[in-house]
């Protein structure tokens, strides 16, 4: 278990967190989602006690990271990629932290087994692809056998093999029970891979629940229908304009509706004698309620203009 009270961070006149109260619960994968520069890597690092809140606190297992007795076997972290020194090979690089952490040897092969690399441990770290590397930073983080598990943006430049093992891996960490909290610019991993959502923007928490409900509270239900171009489905636009509803036109047999149940818009074209070709609910994704829960909260607006402007 994870838990932030009133965790702040201020940077002189900047505050890069300010007051994020949160738990995060075991046996999930909580997903940490926010633009450049919202505080995600300075809360991270508050919780593993390498900077000090400027007010509240962040509790690993009920304890400030600076109160633990030992800290590897509460709490694993993917922070720096590529944390391995290059010469070293993977076995000796991991038996050092387990030597230095009193945590007994024999957790070093079993963690090169679990992320798949017990055949290249006398191969030296400077030798692995990126998908091995990022493999030996996560058995590094499992060496102390947590209970909590923090990764910086762990998929960052996998290949698609490599994102499917981080995705299945993380999962099985959770079904043992295991509190895993992982940040990530990329939306739609996240929307795969976690199980609750925790979204920041300037420090400030602005969505924390199940993925389905982070989905459903920042986006608004579209209705799409499809009807005869000729008159008819400019006849229902003005009908559901006429009701309060938002109608845009994509496309000239198609509009897109929004603030009508998809009920209403039947029954109203059924009303205006409109034969439609399609009538369906549009399933928001993780994305477009992200840009808009995110959409007052970015540190330059130019960066998200030049982001969406390719989509
Ligand atoms: N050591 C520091 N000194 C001054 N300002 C800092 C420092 N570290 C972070 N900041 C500022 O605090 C804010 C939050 O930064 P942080 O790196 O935590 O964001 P982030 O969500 O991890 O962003 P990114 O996704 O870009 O890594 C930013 O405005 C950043 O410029």
């Known amino acids: 278990m994870l838990t932030l ?14 007051d994020l109260s949160l738990e995060v ?15 995600k890597s300075t809360t991270m690092r508050m919780i593993m006690g390498l900077d000090r809140p400027t007010r509240g606190t962040a509790l690993v297992g009920g304890k400030p990271y600076a109160e633990l007795t030992h800290p590897l076997r ?27 952490n009193g945590i ?10 679990a992320v798949g690399l017990g055949e290249v441990a006398g191969s030296r770290a400077g030798s692995f692809s990126l998908g091995m590397a990022q493999r030996l930073d996560i058995a590094a983080a499992l060496l102390g056998d947590p209970e909590v598990l923090l990764l910086d943006e762990p998929v960052n430049g996998l290949d698609p093999d490599g994102v499917l093992w981080v995705r299945s891996f993380l999962r099985s960490l959770a079904a043992e029970g295991r509190t895993v909290f992982l940040s990530s610019h990329l939306m739609s991993e996240m929307e795969l891979t976690a199980d ?29 229908v499809r009807g005869p171009e000729h008159g008819g489905i400019a006849l229902l636009a003005d009908r559901l304009t006429a009701q309060g509803a938002e ?18 818009v039947g029954d109203l074209a059924h009303e ?5 070709y399609e009538l369906r609910a549009v399933q928001a994704s993780l994305e477009e309620a992200y840009m808009r829960l995110t959409s007052q909260s970015v540190e330059y607006a130019q960066r998200r203009t030049d982001e969406t402007a390719g989509v």
Do not use: C, Q, W
């Open 5 to 18: 009270r009133g965790l702040t961070k201020k940077y002189g006149a900047k505050t890069a967190v300010d």
């Open 25 to 39: 619960v075991p046996g999930r994968i909580t997903g940490f989602l926010g633009p450049n520069g919202a505080g």
């Open 74 to 100: 509460v709490v694993g972290a993917l922070l720096d990629a590529r944390a391995a020194h290059p010469r070293r090979t993977a076995h000796a690089h991991l038996l050092a932290m387990a030597r230095s």
């Open 104 to 113: 007994p040897a024999r957790r070093v092969p079993e963690v090169l087994d």
């Open 196 to 224: 609750r959502l925790v979204v920041i923007g300037r420090g400030r928490l602005l969505a924390d629940g199940p993925v389905a409900d982070v989905v459903a509270a920042g986006t608004r239900r579209t209705v799409r």
């Open 247 to 264: 109608v845009t036109r994509p496309a000239p047999d198609e509009l897109s509706v929004s603030g009508v149940p998809l009920e209403r």
């Open 272 to 276: 205006a004698r409109v034969h439609l």
